[in-house]
């Protein structure tokens, strides 16, 4: 055999492998580049991580930031939102989440809650979604109604070795994770990573990560403040590694309450609306969120402080600062604009 011939023998032998690779690996009809996230947050490199911004809040515009991304969907689209405790909670409406959810042929998807209240049970969480629209815009998923599973965590002596999520969560092949930023009670802000991590979770997970791993069935079992925090982290890669990277995540920043969307009675919000922001880092896209609230200039009739006040009483940015330690993300980022100039 020449080298000629040894050279086209070598190749070939490589590209088999390679196609069988991606065979086992990611599965018929399912290709590399499809199966890898289109983008990827910049940790490893120290680069900054790109974080897509507009200041309009519209259906238009949720479409328009999430079409900028690239973002090229596998299999069924689910999209994680909150449905919120009552119609008086600070939740994303369907007027506004309607376009986006239906371009990409999504079903919304979401878990009951583990804290009593109106979406405790399966039963009680479909009343608040019909009351709340949802139905009339697209498909709706409580992953957890028919049970619930383990998925592990690959992080090294972490607080928590596995997530509890709804089986369902197989169902999908790829998630947007919509979420809206505001403070929350024992977190201290909401946003992607907590969306990911508690959002995702069975009402038994979400209890395994508040108590760091102390346990899936009562509150105040043990765990630190810094456990829960660093639990939403891990949690949150779980589902990613789930997933296989086939995430995209978008913050809408309006009716910023120092309260969650699980607050079915939460205080009024003192911060303007300031836009839409998207990102392939939960990590950069938080800490991007978390800034523009802390470097804002009130108005005459804002008041950042409460907001501040609660993320720094509850400790809210270790979230962030173990969240890039285990490589979930980068808090480096630079925000692009898409609104025209």
């Known amino acids: 055999m020449n080298k000629r011939t040894l050279a086209a ?16 690996f990611w599965g018929p009809g399912e290709s590399a580049a499809a199966a890898a996230p289109a983008k990827t947050a910049a940790v490893k490199s120290g680069k ?16 328009r930031i999430y079409k900028v991304l690239g973002f090229e969907p596998v299999g069924k689209t689910a999209v994680k939102i909150s449905t919120g405790e009552s119609s008086r909670s600070n939740h994303l409406r369907p007027a506004l989440i309607k376009d986006l959810v239906q371009s990409v042929n999504g079903t919304i998807v979401e878990c009951n809650t583990a804290y009593g209240g109106n979406r405790a049970t399966t039963v009680l969480h479909w009343q608040q979604i019909k009351q709340r629209g949802y139905l009339d815009i697209a498909p709706v998923d409580l992953m957890d109604k028919d049970g619930e599973m383990e998925i592990p965590i690959k992080i090294k002596n972490g607080n928590i070795s596995a997530d509890i999520v709804g089986k369902h969560i197989d169902d999908y092949g790829s998630l947007i994770c919509l979420s809206h930023f505001k403070g929350h009670a024992m977190a201290g802000f909401g946003g992607a990573i907590k969306n990911m991590s508690i959002g995702m979770a069975s009402s038994h997970g979400k209890l395994r990560i508040h108590t760091a791993g102390h346990s899936d069935t009562q509150w105040g079992a043990g765990g630190t403040q810094d456990g829960f925090l660093e639990s939403m982290a891990e949690a949150t890669t779980a589902v990613i590694d789930r997933f296989k990277g086939r995430v995209v ?10 309260d969650c969307d699980c607050d079915g009675n939460p205080s009024k919000p003192t911060i303007h609306d300031m836009g839409i922001l998207a990102s392939y880092d939960p990590v950069a896209l938080d800490k991007a969120c978390v800034d523009l ?5 009130a108005g ?29 993300g980068s808090r480096k980022y630079s925000i692009k604009s898409i609104d025209a100039e």
Not at 293 to 297: F, G, L, S, W
């Open 293 to 297: 609230i802390y470097n804002h200039v």
């Open 48 to 63: 900054a991580s790109v974080v897509y911004m507009t200041k309009e809040i519209s259906p238009e515009s949720l479409v």
């Open 9 to 24: 023998f070598t190749a070939a032998v490589a590209a088999v492998c390679a196609a069988f690779a991606a065979f086992v």
């Open 249 to 258: 995540y978008i913050n809408v920043m309006n009716n910023m309450s120092i």
């Open 300 to 328: 005459s009739d804002e008041n950042t402080q409460t907001f501040i006040d609660r993320v720094n009483g509850r400790n809210g940015l270790h979230t962030l600062e173990y969240a890039e330690k285990i490589g979930l």
